[in-house]
């Protein structure tokens, strides 16, 4: 027992209670445990095109210092390859966007790993972990391939690799758990630090969506086929903030009268509460409304339904696993077409639940300025609406925003965008290609330059297939002109003549200028579809590099590559 000198200045009672504390606090300090082992290096790299694999890469680093490990992150756009024979231990975390593609900034090491350069990996340990959507056909290719690549160059798996749909919570902690159960060092708990994972998230975001209220929805397009709708949502009171380039999350409710045909067509009793993705239960009706994807099929659906159904025409496709089959069947095609045209034998309705997936929320470009409108976030949606296969059918956000959301709240988060964003120079001169819709994060950027008063030139290259109809934002955009935040504004209108023109065609038109542009500093933003017009466009900047640039092929790539490194080309497709 510690004892205190007899003038300490405590009465009995405090001097009993501090002597009793002290030999108590002094004795398990004695029984301390030895130091752990030296820490395991780890570097984590990213591959991200809007933000999912970045922010899990910085997830799975806070974790990793609290359990004694010496991680790095790296965007693998910066990461300095050379590095690669030398690691220990590298986590890949990547997506796939487009038809199997790698995201921008992997691009060039994913390129690199996949080719005849790339060196042997003996003594390099490794994982993967593979974002994607079931619904594209090449589903976590890019992850995939990494995997595949790095294992045929000798490099040793630590765990095997994770493939991951959108809602990647779930199998990212499984991932995440494999890795450090392999990796942790002696004497640290495998699970030290997984609360960085559990943390509950203060404030509104994907997990717990705002219930906004919609001030303005319109339709922008003055009649014609195109539909495309200009919504104001109020965020006042959400505590939500934004930066143009982000993009909103906004949850869709599927369309009632399709449930209720999907419910007329089930052999099992329907009018029965069954369980929802996070636990809870509703009422079977009200789970397809708002909860599962009855929008969307694929391989995956297809192969749990065909053990259930009859159907010889399933059981052939699903024997043959022919890719593009399962594209062309899936194409135009919901859930609703399954349950008639090829009925299923569920148990009950948990049973027909359990293999459907969540209904996830749809991006948007935003379309404003904080600064231009407080409190609120305008979207520029495309309303999409087709026919086929004898049934009129809608893209299931997009048409909630349209035609079913009188009346409600729709839920709302943001999502940051860091890979799209103003250059920190008000000074910087910025082209922007944006067709269509493509349109929503320019007129933020036009609205943001015109506040902060920057005094960089701004030029704008915008189509869709008539002017008469389709020109969205029209006095917007003719005012920024001719208040001079619009130094150029060049229009292509595909359809109001006999040859088609593009914005990939007006690039090559105006090549001398935009390659002047280029070379007093600008930066280059392109808006829109992935899978057809960015690459046109992507492909004309390399012709402009080349013709008025005077670089070889090789010399433009390399161009190219410098412009993306230094942020000066950036992308928002989809």
């Known amino acids: 027992m510690i004892q205190l000198p007899e003038d300490a200045p405590f009465t009995p009672e405090q001097r009993a209670w501090l002597e009793e504390f002290l030999t108590k606090a002094l004795a398990g300090a004695a029984e301390a445990p030895a130091p752990a082992g030296p820490t395991v290096p780890v570097t984590v790299l990213w591959g991200s095109q809007t933000g999912n694999a970045e922010s899990l890469a910085k997830q799975l680093m806070k974790r990793m210092k609290k359990g004694g490990f010496e991680p790095e992150v790296h965007d693998m756009a910066a990461y300095d390859r050379a ?37 042997k ?26 995997d ?6 000798g490099a040793s798996r630590i765990s095997e690799r994770v493939d991951s749909d959108v809602d990647f919570d779930d199998p990212f902690k499984e991932w995440s758990d494999a890795v450090i159960g392999v990796l942790a060092p002696a004497g640290e ?16 975001s994907k997990k717990r969506p705002y219930p906004s209220g919609i001030v303005r929805n319109y339709n922008l397009n003055a009649g014609g086929e195109k539909e495309t709708h200009h919504v104001e949502i109020s965020l006042n009171g959400s505590g939500l903030s934004y930066e143009v380039g982000d993009a909103l999350g906004v949850m869709p409710i599927n369309p009632p009268e399709v449930v209720d045909e999907i419910l007329e067509n089930l052999s099992f009793k329907t009018n029965i509460d069954v369980e929802l993705p996070d636990g809870s239960e509703v009422p079977l009706r009200e789970a397809l409304i708002s909860s599962y994807d009855i929008g969307t099929i694929n391989k995956s659906l297809i192969q749990k339904w065909q053990p259930r159904s009859g159907s010889p025409y399933l059981r052939s496709l699903v024997e043959a696993d022919d890719k593009k089959e399962f594209e062309d069947f899936c194409w135009g095609r919901d859930l609703i077409d399954l349950v ?39 979207l520029c949606v495309g309303i999409v609406r087709y026919d086929t296969h004898g049934r009129k059918r809608g893209g299931i956000c997009s048409t909630y925003l349209s035609d079913r959301s009188d009346g409600t709240s729709p839920g709302v988060f943001v999502h940051s965008n860091k890979a799209f964003r103003l250059p920190e120079s008000g000074d910087t001169p ?14 933020a950027f036009l609205e943001e330059r015109k506040i902060s008063g920057a005094k960089g030139g701004n030029w704008l290259l915008f189509g869709n297939p008539h002017q008469e109809t ?39 038109e105006h090549g001398a200028e935009m390659w002047k542009w280029l070379q007093d500093g600008a930066a280059f933003y392109v808006c829109g579809d992935a899978s057809r017009m960015a690459k046109d466009v992507d492909k004309a900047l390399h012709e402009i590099a080349e013709t008025h640039g005077g670089l070889s092929a090789d010399d433009a790539v390399a161009f ?15």
């Open 560 to 574: 190219m590559k410098q412009l993306k490194k230094d942020k000066r080309y950036q992308r928002d497709v989809y």
């Open 430 to 443: 910025l082209i922007m290609v944006g067709p269509g819709t493509g349109i929503a994060p320019f007129r």
């Open 189 to 204: 708990a495998s699970s030290n630090g997984a609360a960085a994972l559990d943390q509950v998230e203060e404030g509104y």
């Open 148 to 153: 595949e690549r790095l294992a045929a160059l």
């Open 83 to 119: 590095r690669l024979t030398q690691e220990k231990n590298v986590l890949i975390i990547t997506s796939t966007y487009g038809d199997g593609e790698p995201p921008d900034n992997a691009e060039d090491l994913y390129n690199w790993i996949l080719s005849d350069e790339a060196p």
């Open 340 to 378: 008639i045209d090829h009925p299923a034998d569920f148990s009950d309705a948990d049973e027909f639940v359990g293999i459907l997936k969540k209904l996830q929320p749809r991006l948007y470009s935003i379309a404003s300025s904080p600064n231009a409108h407080p409190g609120e976030v305008h």
């Open 470 to 508: 389709d020109y969205l934002y029209e006095e917007e955009l003719t005012t920024f002109h001719k208040e001079g935040v619009l130094e150029r504004l060049d229009l292509a209108w595909s359809r109001d003549q006999k040859d088609k023109v593009y914005v990939q065609n007006l690039m090559i």
């Open 121 to 146: 990996l003996e003594g390099v340990s490794y994982s993967v972990l593979a974002l994607g959507d079931t619904n594209y056909p090449d589903y976590c290719k890019c992850g995939i391939d990494f």
